[in-house]
């Protein structure tokens, strides 16, 4: 490998760990860059994350989260990586353990405190970390992975392209061969990376172009923390040059197939309506991604014009994005919110080059506009996750592109006109679906949340504002913030807020949205003073219940703080007239609603207090003691005692065996406070007060209270979904469900007539197993979501001891986020690879030596499949009869046809 290629290699491993550490592709994607990547020194790595942790603050892509949130991020993406048997483990773990040391460089110690508690999460221990391992270990380690990571550098590299010139039965393992005996366990973990090979004996299909020609000049093209780069003869990407030859060279394929379908007469033609669209659709993709500048774009458009394809550009914006996937996949990281544009999505890649190679800063804005206007439009329509892809893709070309600032602004000003509010209100209120939806948000201008703030204050109608605190709410922490540094400014009693409104929805968003770490001293005392604001009654209201949800001893100390203020304003001879009704209910509401019901011994204590006081001044103070009622006093023996023995004493005297009413109300007030309270005394007093009073209202209280007291406890516990209809954009849904929930059990899935089609074994929300009719484990997992149809699911609870390891069908278990990714990336290929060959193709050998695709790593799957196919099956038939998923059938055939060794019949 000569020092140019070598460089460049690197430059782009480098590049593709940014976008891996931003969530922009999978981590199956990001093994060749890593494995290039460890056989360097781990500063390199540590260097790299440094540069996009500035890189990103300064963008402002992740707001809300600091320096020390997207190390550990990163962090823990890099471990991810382990999984994939990249190098040996000993190996990985020195390096990943050199790396977090140098991550720990300029940090405080508070934050290395906290780092280590998030390394302690992935198994790395603090002494581990600060252990003196010497310089030398990371190149070490990094050298003698060199000719085992993913054969990118060196040795390993020459190996594999030496093996690619071994006959064809030796690549793909044919019976009797070497590659046999050297058989790899199959695992889709375990990529092989080879160089696709092309044979050079492409036809021509005029007036499509049979090389890429000379590269032109385009518009600058920003990569994040790479800085500016002409696309010129010198800078253009190699790879990338050689994916878009692939993609012409498929889509020549798929036309000479489209070609030979229209010369059949109708009764010879048994591709169904659905195959055909799919075919189109699938052509267009590959025409478009097959250019790399304008000239190339109009000239592969202008092939599929000549035959009669034309389509304006609004049809073929919606053809392009309503094949965006619509599967509905969360956050599957830890410390960083949501998940960016998958840039492994073909439609999406299709697009972005349909905008990003224009000829015109006028076409650039026309096809900018029909983007958007497709995003909105699937917005509407509640495709939410098609919608968010595409929204991503807006704002990255935003940055590419030279389209005029001011347009681009324009747009994301004017465009949340043409957004349906019932939509945004149905989806607001879909808490599993709020990290996306905060990406489509994002775009709007008038939806950022200083904006919607903004609204807030000056909104009239209270369905509008409801719609504007539910849309603040998605954006989380980052809401969170503003609202705080806006409750600051608005503290002190100005003219901008004077009944209090806007605050009081200020302080009902910070509570929807609790901070990470806890509330903090000067929130509460903040809180604290809005709930002394006695001239707005909602304000005081809403800031009281903030403060029993905070639920902390400084919490009782302020409302205690609170309590004694409204006290001695009601005592003071100074007090205004009609101002003594108001603080009464500010007190009242201080007592019954706040101190009551927080818990804090304290605080219970100060209610105590406060009722036995006799001061008209203060209001009628002994019913305030039912709000104990509102939990268990049992912690608190002694008050338990003290209240007990005061309502023996308040209970009623009978004369001729009937009790006397009157003393009724003074003893109902105590009763109430330990109507909760699951204390033996307690039960054993309410038996005899529903006993000897079953006659007034004392006694039928007492009864319905012991009812209560005699009921079960049942700790709530998040329960997954246990049956109903899925279409096929739910089941990723339904499994994230599943793993949020930490789900133990069987998900059964049914086809529409309630036959089992597959059933997946869940431990505590993390995949343990699948089974199909022929599948099983991750093939029969994957298998699910390269055909998706209609279908019922039937959720099944198990034990949470259920065994794990040896009996549980693989070798551990695995996160369902990272499956689910891997999935839609299959079923995507899929698509593609179907298209090209699809389910009735009868295949021949060329001649040409097959060599294996990039990421098969079973010679033996390779030799049955070209066995089968060479010998006249065809292709649905070759799944069925193997035990693996479709995709990797497909992908292997796909693979044979693009470089010439099989030939459609």
């Known amino acids: 490998m000569t020092n140019r290629r070598r460089d460049h290699s690197m430059r782009s491993a480098l590049f593709d760990l940014r976008e891996y550490l931003s969530d922009l592709i999978s981590p199956i994607q990001a093994t060749e860059a890593f494995g290039m990547l460890f056989a360097q020194h781990p500063q390199l790595v540590a260097t790299e994350i440094r540069t996009w942790i500035t890189t990103s603050i300064q963008r402002g892509d992740n707001a809300g989260l600091n320096v020390l949130d997207l190390l550990l991020h990163a962090l823990e993406k890099v471990h991810i990586l382990g999984d994939f048997g990249i190098v040996e483990p000993v190996e990985f773990r020195a390096y990943t353990v050199t790396l977090a040391r140098l991550m720990l460089s300029g940090c405080s110690e508070e934050e290395q405190a906290r780092f280590f508690n998030g390394a302690r999460r992935l198994g790395y221990s603090e002494a581990e970390i600060l252990e003196d391992l010497g310089e030398d270990n990371g190149e070490t380690a990094g050298k003698k992975a060199a000719v085992n990571s993913m054969g990118m550098a060196g040795e390993g590299r020459q190996g594999i392209e030496g093996q690619a010139k071994k006959a064809p039965e030796a690549i793909v393992g044919a019976p009797g061969s070497s590659g046999a005996a050297t058989e790899k366990a199959e695992s889709w973990e375990s990529p092989i990376v080879t160089t696709p090979k092309s044979s050079g004996k ?21 990569r994040p923390g790479m800085g500016v780069e002409i696309a010129t003869e010198k800078t253009v990407d190699p790879d990338a040059r050689q994916k878009a030859a692939l993609e012409l060279k498929r889509a020549r394929l798929m036309l000479k197939r489209v070609c030979r379908n229209a010369e059949k007469p ?28 304008p000239a190339e774009l109009s000239r592969n458009l202008k092939g599929l014009w000549q035959r009669g394809w034309r389509m304006e550009l609004g049809e073929l914006f919606q053809l392009l994005a309503g094949r965006v996937m619509n599967w509905s996949l969360g956050s599957p990281t830890r410390y960083l919110p949501g998940a960016k544009l998958r840039q492994w999505e073909r439609p999406a890649a299709a697009l972005k080059k349909l905008v990003l190679l224009s000829k015109s800063d006028g076409e650039n804005q026309e096809r900018y506009h029909a983007l958007i206007e497709e995003a909105i439009r699937h917005l509407n329509t509640g495709a939410l996750q098609r919608a968010a892809t595409l929204f991503d893709l807006s704002l990255e070309l935003a940055n590419l592109l030279g389209v005029d600032n001011n347009y681009v602004k324009v747009l994301r000003y004017k465009s949340h006109a043409n957004v349906n509010l019932d939509t945004l209100r149905k989806l607001a209120k879909k808490q599993e679906q709020q990290p996306v939806f905060k990406r489509v948000l994002r775009f709007f201008s008038a939806f950022s949340v200083s904006a919607l703030l903004a609204d807030l204050k000056t909104a009239e109608k209270r369905d509008q504002r409801r719609l504007m605190m539910a849309l603040l709410e998605v954006y989380g922490q980052e809401m969170r913030q503003e609202v705080l540094r806006r409750l600051k400014v608005l503290e002190p009693d100005n003219n901008e807020d004077p009944k209090g409104y806007f605050r009081r929805n200020l302080l009902y968003l910070m509570r929807r949205v609790p901070p990470r770490d806890g509330y903090t001293r000067k929130e509460i005392e903040l809180v604290g003073r809005l709930a002394q604001h006695t001239h707005s009654r909602v304000l005081a209201k809403e800031a009281i219940v903030s403060l029993v949800e905070m639920k902390s001893e400084a919490t009782a100390e302020t409302l205690i703080q609170c309590a004694q203020y409204f006290e001695t304003m009601l005592c003071s001879s100074q007090l205004p007239p009609g101002e003594a009704g108001r603080i009464k209910q500010h007190l009242d509401r201080t007592i019954r609603k706040g101190l009551a019901v927080l818990g804090h011994r304290n605080a219970i204590r100060t209610v105590e207090q406060h009722c036995l006081k006799q001061q008209p001044e203060l209001g009628e103070t002994l019913p305030r003691l039912a709000g104990l009622g509102a939990q268990d006093l049992s ?25 006397r009413s009157k003393s009724v109300p003074d003893a109902m007030p105590y009763l109430l406070a330990l109507s909760r309270t699951r204390a033996p005394e307690v039960v054993r007093l309410m038996e005899s007060i529903s006993e000897r009073f079953s006659s007034i209202d004392l006694g039928k209280e007492a009864a319905r209270a012991l009812q209560k007291l005699r ?11 246990r049956s109903g209809k899925l279409e096929p954009v739910q089941l990723p849904g339904l499994l994230e469900s599943l793993a949020l929930a930490e789900a133990t059990g069987e998900l059964v899935i049914l086809n529409r007539k309630n036959q089992p089609r597959a059933t997946i074994k869940l431990h505590r929300g993390l995949f343990q197993d699948c089974r199909q009719q022929r599948l099983k484990g991750l093939d029969a997992f994957f298998d699910l979501f390269e055909r998706p149809r209609s279908l019922v699911y039937r959720f099944q609870p198990g034990e949470d001891g259920a065994e794990e390891g040896e009996n549980s069908g693989t070798k551990a278990l695995k996160s369902c986020w990272k499956l689910l990714s891997e999935a839609m990336r299959r079923h995507d290929e899929f698509c593609r690879d179907r298209t090209l060959v699809p389910d009735d193709a009868i295949l021949s050998a060329t001649g040409t030596r097959p ?5 098969e790593p079973s010679r033996q799957l390779s030799s049955a499949v070209w066995r089968s196919a060479t010998t006249g099956t065809i292709p649905a038939k070759i799944e069925v009869g193997l035990p693996v998923d479709s995709y990797r059938v497909r992908r292997l055939l796909a693979h044979w046809v693009e470089e010439d060794a099989l030939t459609l019949g």
């Open 202 to 222: 492409e036809k021509d299909l005029a007036p499509w172009p049979t090389s890429l020609g000379p590269v032109e000049a385009v518009k600058p093209q920003v």
């Open 266 to 293: 109708e009764s010879e033609n048994h591709q169904s309506q659905e195959a055909r669209q799919e075919l189109r659709v699938q052509l267009w993709i590959s025409t478009i991604l097959a250019a790399n500048n």
């Open 635 to 659: 912690a608190h023996p002694d008050i338990v005692k003290r209240l007990t023995k005061s309502l023996e004493a308040k209970l009623p005297r009978k004369l001729f065996g009937l009790a």
């Open 711 to 721: 009921e079960p406890q049942v700790a709530k516990k998040l329960s997954p979904p």
């Open 851 to 855: 060599t294996p695709p990039p990421g």
